[in-house]
Structures are given as structure tokens and as C-alpha cells.
């Protein structure tokens, strides 16, 4: 089979992704981030457009389920604006959710994010606090009409020890992989151990290291750690340079420069990951093309800038994709 990336709106030939920003959010919400929520399709569709105007062509959106991704959206929004969007499934961290959901969710988890990939995101529980317990829920249709399936498989380790929630997590983010070839995007706290989440996912699973994305590398200081997991052959979201004045946006720079001596060029990936409203107001992913690929290509040379923005996801997200 031919490797595709699996969009909103089907699959797509990775010589067609383009300009591609990586690791970032249309829509999320989360209980420890009130009154920031990403939540208006208006908006959103305001954002694609401003990048598809800088030369965006792809969007790759990581809120994983529950945390209001707005699937009845995405696929209209990539049609009007003609950006590229991949959507994705899993779970984050347990304290993005209700807790009274989460042991219902844990049944069938595997099951879940390889219906997402292979027949279409399901519909998401509601915001309000859940009523007096019942029979068990029948299986959730699809989100909208239009099969929108996910491209890619979210979770998150934890900043310290790694919790229940997050074994089971990743162990059904390794079982949907193994079933459909879908990548795995990790999210990265600043404590994390990342040799910890690759020994998971790729030593106990059996993920592939070519089919994992960790994200927010600049929050790990240590340059021995990211040449070690580049030489794995994990990729890295650079994802928090976009930010105007982040501590991340300077230190990028040196992040880059060491992984390309070191020969890791074809391991990086840039996003600009807006979380919150607060964060949208610095235009993040138009910033990403008009600021930091600039910068980028005056100091690195365009050839790398193209190989992180448009070649390297180009080969991290494209997939032969299996369906059980």
C-alpha cells in the first residue's frame, strides 16, 4: 500500500501536505484552563484562513477526545478555508476530565481510538456534570454525517511517576497503532522522563520509534536526552517557539542547531500549539510561517526550514493504513 495522511476530509497523498503546522488546536477545552476555552468555529475558521494567506496548506490538530475537538466542525472548516486538517483521537491526562467519566471510558479504550481512525470520531460527552448513573450508554454514533476520522493518536505522560490512568492509556494507544499504523503524538511535561514513555511505548508495545511524535521537546533541557531519543528515531514537535517572548522561542534555536550537528535534522517538526483563547491573540500559527520559518531560514539555511515544515510530517504522519 501506498503511505496516505489520513485528513478530515480522507486521505491524502504526503507529496500534497505542504506547509504544515504540526502541533496545534482549533478547539479545546479543560476543566484546569476555565474561560479559556478554544470553543467558536468562527474563530477557528478565522485562524485557517490567515494561515492558508501566509502559505499554510496543512493544520494538525492534537485535542484528543473529550476535550471538545469539534469534530462536527473540522470538516467544513477544511473545505472553506482549504487548509489540510488531521484530527486526532486518545486521551490526555486525568485531570483534563471528569473523574466520573474516565472509568467508563477505560472500557473498551482501544476499541475507541481505532473506531476514531478507521470509521469516524464519536460523539463527546457533555460539559455539564454528569446525572444519576444509568445503563450502560449504547455505542456513540459518529460526531456528524460526514465520516471525519482521526489521523493520529494523542496522549500524554505525567510530570512525575506515571499513573494507572496513563498505562492504560498508552496501552491502548499501542493496540489501535498496531491495528491501523496510526502515529502516537505524546505531550511532554517539564518533569518528565521521555526514555520512560519510548521504554512504554516502543520497548513493552512495540511502537516503532519512527511512529512517535514527542511534543514540547524546549521543555527538556538536556541536549544529551534529545540526541539520544533522535538517534531512537522518535520525531520532536518543536511547539512552543511561535509564542512571542516564550523562554522556549530562544532556546529553540540552540535545540535546532544541536540536533542538526548531531545529524537529527529529519526528526523535527515545528507547531505553534495554541491551548487558550489568551495564547490565539498571538496568532500562533500564522506567526509560525510570517516569524519563526524566517528566522529559521536566515540562520539555518531554507532547505532545513522546508525539511522541518513541510518534508519531515510529511514522513511522520503518513501511514499505511490498516483497517482490523
Known amino acids: 500500500m501506498t503511505p496516505t495522511i489520513r485528513t478530515v476530509l480522507g486521505d491524502l497523498d504526503p507529496a500534497e501536505l505542504g506547509a504544515t503546522d504540526s502541533h496545534d488546536h482549533l478547539f479545546i477545552r479543560s476543566p484546569l484552563l476555565p474561560g479559556e476555552e478554544l470553543d467558536d468555529p468562527a474563530a477557528a475558521e478565522v485562524v485557517l484562513r490567515a494561515f492558508a494567506a501566509a502559505g499554510g496548506r496543512s493544520f494538525v490538530q492534537w485535542t484528543p477526545y473529550g476535550m471538545g475537538r469539534g469534530a462536527d ?92 490512568h496513563t498505562r492504560r492509556v498508552m496501552a491502548a494507544a499501542a493496540d489501535a497503532h498496531h491495528a491501523t499504523g496510526a502515529p502516537i503524538a505524546v505531550h511532554l511535561e517539564p518533569r518528565a522522563h521521555p526514555h520512560l514513555v519510548l521504554n512504554r511505548l516502543h520497548v513493552r508495545h512495540g511502537v516503532p520509534p519512527h511512529r512517535i511524535i514527542l511534543g514540547h521537546l524546549t521543555r527538556l533541557p538536556d541536549v544529551r536526552v ?18 512571542a517572548g516564550h523562554p522556549a522561542d530562544h532556546q529553540a534555536f540552540d535545540v535546532i542547531a544541536d540536533l542538526v550537528e548531531a545529524g537529527h535534522a529529519s526528526r523535527l517538526l515545528l507547531g505553534a500549539d495554541t491551548t487558550t483563547r489568551t495564547a490565539r491573540r498571538a496568532d500562533g500559527p500564522t506567526e509560525l510561517l510570517n516569524d519563526l520559518v524566517p528566522r529559521l531560514a536566515r540562520t539555518f539555511g531554507p532547505e532545513l526550514s522546508g525539511l522541518f515544515l513541510t518534508a519531515n510530517p510529511a514522513a511522520a504522519f503518513a501511514t499505511d493504513w490498516r483497517t482490523p
Open 226 to 243: 534529545h540526541r539520544e531519543l533522535a538517534a531512537e528515531g522518535v520525531y520532536f514537535a518543536l511547539d512552543s517557539p511561535s509564542r
Open 73 to 164: 466542525s473540522l470538516a467544513r472548516l477544511s473545505r472553506v478555508t482549504g487548509v489540510h486538517v488531521v484530527a486526532a483521537t486518545g486521551l490526555h491526562q486525568a485531570a483534563h476530565y471528569d473523574p466520573d467519566t474516565l472509568p467508563a471510558l477505560y472500557d473498551g479504550l482501544s476499541e475507541r481510538f481505532i473506531a476514531e481512525l478507521t470509521t469516524g470520531l464519536t460523539a463527546e460527552p457533555a460539559t455539564e456534570p454528569p446525572g444519576p448513573p444509568g445503563p450502560p450508554a449504547a455505542p456513540e454514533a459518529p460526531a456528524s454525517p460526514e465520516a471525519v476520522r482521526a489521523g493520529l493518536i494523542k496522549v500524554a505522560c505525567d510530570p512525575g511517576t506515571t499513573t494507572a
